[in-house]
């Protein structure tokens, strides 16, 4: 299958890159799109059809395809990624929060969203014994 985005489109949306980077970038556009594609089959949608249809929803893609992929980039490799981390001098404390508990790659609800992906619930929970679609008597 081929990725939404190019290294080339992550070097230009992101920044410039180094050569391991670009490496280990190539394989994860490939990977990011596959996951993408897969979140489209669970809402039964073929996120490559709806992306040759529409040329503005591929733009789309390849941006959300680019931030998901320079998240990851920027997930340190060898330690555990902090997003915050408090220290103490008097009584020797120290404290961090982790980007993503156990690593991994993830993509967020609203990147699914941007995307058309987000699985939305209708219904209705009929607690006074009403039926709201044939004339609201009650039962």
């Not at 490496?23 to 490939?30: G, H, I, N, P, V």
């Not at 929060?97 to 699985?119: D, M, N, Q």
């Amino acid at each position: 299958m081929n990725a939404y985005a190019s290294v080339n489109d992550l070097s230009v949306l992101w920044r410039k890159m180094t050569a391991p980077e670009q490496q280990r970038a190539a394989e994860l556009l490939d990977l990011v799109s596959s996951c993408l594609r897969v979140e489209a089959r669970k809402v039964g949608k073929d996120l490559d059809a709806m992306l040759q249809a529409d040329a503005d929803l591929a733009a789309v893609a390849r941006s959300v395809v680019c931030d998901v992929t320079a998240r990851m980039l920027m997930t340190s490799t060898d330690s555990e990624p902090m997003t915050q981390y408090s220290e103490s001098a008097g009584g020797y404390s120290a404290a961090g929060t982790f980007l993503v508990p156990g690593g991994g790659l993830f993509i967020k609800k609203s990147e699914l969203a941007r995307l058309g992906l987000r699985r939305q619930k209708v219904g209705v929970i009929d607690f006074y014994g009403m039926d709201p679609g044939h004339g609201s008597h009650s039962v």
